[in-house]
């Protein structure tokens, strides 16, 4: 156990408690170093996780979980630091700067002071020099056998995360329906006013800024469901009356995929239509007439519940639905999968 506490890298965790004895500018360098190309991978992690926490519906288990792993990191650069410290003119407890935010950027600057005069005794010296060799290459070998994990944690941060789905702004707050409304791009157009679909008995509202990465495009979905009673079917008369809606599944005049699958489906009760604004809407020099998936309504009827369901959708860079080629499964599915995945439905 002796022997390990001198090995680089490894002495970070055989002297995990140790805040008595002392440690050379390069044995604390060495050790840093290491440390951090520990930590950091799990510092991003974290960060990343907590931020697709507060935005998402998410657990946070596994932010808290490696929030406490990190905690668990200062354990060592503590002990490290006040080693250092009582090896120069520094108060060892000012190893404790260390827990203060980004501390462990900062602090070990102080402890790195070569300037500082070393007070480790000609004996620690000759032999810290004496078993450099051996700790040393053992030192060298942990190092590198632990780079596998350590290479499969960065690339699940930077090459794996980048392409999860993420949510980036969620809102359930009727008060900012007309904000929303106004604010992404014709919606204004694809939505009813708030004070048209006045006379409800209930009513629910969401937003979500999503994406299928984080580097691809964003996604808006605004959801109103609007609850009525024995006015269910004027209201639904008068709120429907300014919509056309497609009346067959619709391909592209370019590569044959599906734009719109469907005309209409059913997805929990509600039975929807699909009405396009006018940013979906083509006209070629030629005189044809394409369209795209970028800006439309899925409006839906539930007359069981007397409730109506008007979900917009908006996403600048999508160009199709679904591939050509697909089932009719596949095609049938298309759109109450677009729901799922874009839309915060109603509680």
Sequence with gaps: ???????????????????????TFVEYLVDYFMWLATALPFLVLAIVYYYRWINTEQ???????????????????????????RATDNPWKLCFLILMPFGFAWAPLVCLNANSKEKLGDKYRKANRDAFLAPSIIGAVAFVLTLIPRIVLFSHVFIVIPFYPVTFAKSFDI????????????????LPELHDVEGY??????????????????THGIALFVDYGVNYEEKKEILLSPY??????????????????VSEFTY????????????????????????????????????????LAFLYYFDFDIDWLCERGATQEEKNECMPNLIEEVFFWRS
């Design 1 to 23: 156990m002796r022997f390990l506490k001198k090995v680089p890298f490894v002495r970070i965790w055989a002297n995990l408690f140790d805040f008595k004895g002392k440690e």
């Design 244 to 261: 056309t809606f497609i009346s067959e599944p619709i391909t592209s005049n370019y590569d044959s995929n599906y734009i719109f699958p």
């Design 175 to 190: 008060e900012k329906y007309e904000h929303y409304r106004g604010k992404i791009e014709y919606a204004n157009e694809g």
């Design 201 to 218: 008995s209930n009513i629910y509202f969401s937003y979500r800024e999503s994406s299928t990465s984080l580097i691809f495009s964003h």
């Design 268 to 307: 929990k009760n509600y039975n929807f239509k699909i009405a396009l604004t006018e940013r979906a809407v083509y006209h070629s020099s030629d005189g044809r007439v394409d369209y795209s998936p970028k800006s439309f309504t899925m409006v839906g009827t539930n007359d069981a519940d007397k409730s």
């Design 59 to 85: 657990d946070i288990y596994i932010p808290l979980m490696l929030g406490i792993l990190l905690l668990y990191l200062r354990i060592p650069l503590l002990a490290m630091s006040a080693r250092r410290f």
